[in-house]
T-cell receptor, first 111, second 115 residues
Framework: GENVEQHPSTLSVQEGDSAVIKCTYS??????FPWYKQELGKRPQLIID?????GEKKDQRIAVTLNKTAKHFSLHITETQPEDSAVYFC??????????FGTGTRLKVLA | EAGVAQSPRYKIIEKRQSVAFWCNPI?????LYWYQQILGQGPKLLIQ????????DSQLPKDRFSAERLKGVDSTLKIQPAKLEDSAVYLC?????????????FGDGTRLSIL
């Protein structure tokens, strides 16, 4: 069935360093890949998304890259700050609006 | 714009009791989703509505869970009877829908604890 694997499950970085989270999807028909940030006890919030006709998208300190051939996509956060600490979820969708979520990455930015 | 509204925020019940959750999506959003998020896991889709019709309920445990969106706006999710493994956060999300993928916007969720 459809599956999204996400790694690592936890990630600790020093403030100012970069963080990279990777996801692999199984359904080659997937064409939309959002990333959500979820702080403790709060709602998941969309931080960036990418569609399959684009290889990379950037928004200030956040970027997402997509490799359709390998069926994986990655979230890159540069110049990390303590407020970036949260759980990050990737998801994949293929036009029927249904999201398949990854298992999440707990990012800790150490001051 | 106002976000997705959910109530209640917290609910504690005993097993075998019934519970209902309510969701009001972003105004004008045709597609509404209910997700179950167990602690430490990603959200899992329970049911998806397009207006007042069900698009996908393949992962909804229909022997105990039900959901409706009668007028194509608000939605309720019910569990009857509840089991211990139903302890989770129930998230509602909405999107504008249409023929291409649109971002989903989530509510704050209802945290359900089963004793």
């Amino acid at each position: 069935g459809e599956n999204v694997e996400q790694h690592p499950s936890t990630l600790s970085v020093q403030e100012g360093d970069s963080a990279v989270i990777k996801c692999t999807y199984s359904d080659s028909a997937s064409n939309y890949f959002p990333w959500y940030k979820q702080e403790l006890g709060k709602r998941p919030q969309l931080i960036i998304d990418i569609r399959s006709n684009v290889g990379e998208k950037k928004d200030q300190r956040i970027a997402v890259t997509l490799n359709k051939t390998a069926k994986h996509f990655s979230l890159h956060i540069t110049e990390t700050q303590p407020e970036d600490s949260a759980v990050y979820f990737c998801a994949a969708s293929k036009g029927t609006y249904k999201y398949i979520f990854g298992t999440g990455t707990r990012l800790k930015v150490l001051a | 714009e106002a976000g997705v509204a959910q109530s209640p925020r917290y609910k504690i019940i005993e097993k075998r009791q019934s519970v209902a959750f309510w969701c009001n999506p972003i105004s004008g959003h045709a597609t509404l989703y209910w997700y179950q998020q167990i602690l430490g896991q990603g959200p899992k889709l329970l049911i998806q509505f397009q207006n007042n019709g069900v698009v996908d309920d393949s992962q909804l445990p229909k022997d105990r869970f039900s959901a409706e969106r009668l007028k194509g706006v608000d939605s309720t999710l019910k569990i009857q009877p509840a089991k211990l493994e139903d302890s989770a956060v129930y998230l509602c999300a909405s999107s504008a829908g249409s023929h291409s993928n649109q971002p989903q916007h989530f509510g704050d969720g209802t945290r359900l604890s089963i004793l």
